[in-house]
């Protein structure tokens, strides 16, 4: 999402318990269906560029996008899969600025030991995987458990995105969190729409990191 100011009021917990059960991870999957992890990186359109703790400025995640590559003249359309397994934290519609999103949680009890170490987990966190500017609603619904590879959109330009790509985000965070919404500050916004997205982006709760630190070969 492009660079955003904003005084925000201390957020408040609007948060769900989920409590399904979901089936096990597996090795990372590319988040774009027609694209190999092997050349992702090649496609990167705003690389990962963190802002200090607590800023909501850009960009604390990866942009992958495309105007020509194999027969597609475009990534727009493009299918967009689960990195990895889990529960679905997140399937929101025409918010602002990430449009239609999708959040996945992978609870560290699915983590394979090695993705575990890696990112430094502990037995109180998860892992939480944002799919930004999908073209439609999310194909799956808030709680669903779904498995990596699972096709939950395709890229669009939804939300503050100029031109069609898909924004990825990867953070380490609390387990079982549910965001009925999130959106940025406006008179059209709920209050609970607006105490999410601050958690998620600006109060630390949620560590964000390069998500090319997990895909790139």
Not at 74 to 97: C, D, N, W, Y
Not at 190 to 203: F, G, I, K, V
């Amino acid at each position: 999402p492009e660079t955003l100011s904003a005084t925000p009021t201390q957020p408040t917990a609007h948060l769900q318990t989920a409590t399904q059960t979901v089936a096990p991870v597996v090795q990372p999957c590319s988040p774009l269906k027609e694209n190999l992890l092997a050349g992702l990186a090649e496609i990167v359109s705003a690389p990962y560029n963190p802002p200090p703790m607590g800023s909501d400025a850009r960009h604390q995640g990866v942009d992958f996008s495309y105007y020509q590559r194999g027969k597609r003249t475009s990534i727009l359309g493009e299918g967009v899969q689960t990195v990895f397994g889990g529960r679905v934290a997140a399937s929101i519609s025409g918010s602002f600025p990430y449009g239609n999103v999708v959040i996945i949680e992978t609870p560290v009890s699915d983590m394979p030991p090695e993705l575990r170490e890696q990112l430094d987990v502990q037995d109180d966190q998860s892992l939480y995987t944002l799919y930004a500017h999908l073209g439609a609603a999310p194909l799956v619904a808030l709680g669903d458990a779904v498995s990596a590879c699972e096709l939950i959109g395709e890229v669009g330009k939804s939300g503050n995105a100029g031109v069609a790509h898909l924004h990825l985000e990867m953070r380490i965070g609390p387990p079982d969190q549910q965001f009925a919404g999130m959106a940025y500050y406006s008179t059209q916004t709920t209050q609970e729409e607006r105490d999410n997205y601050t958690r998620w982006r600006m109060s630390g709760e949620f560590q964000h990191f390069d998500p090319l630190s997990l895909l790139a070969p």
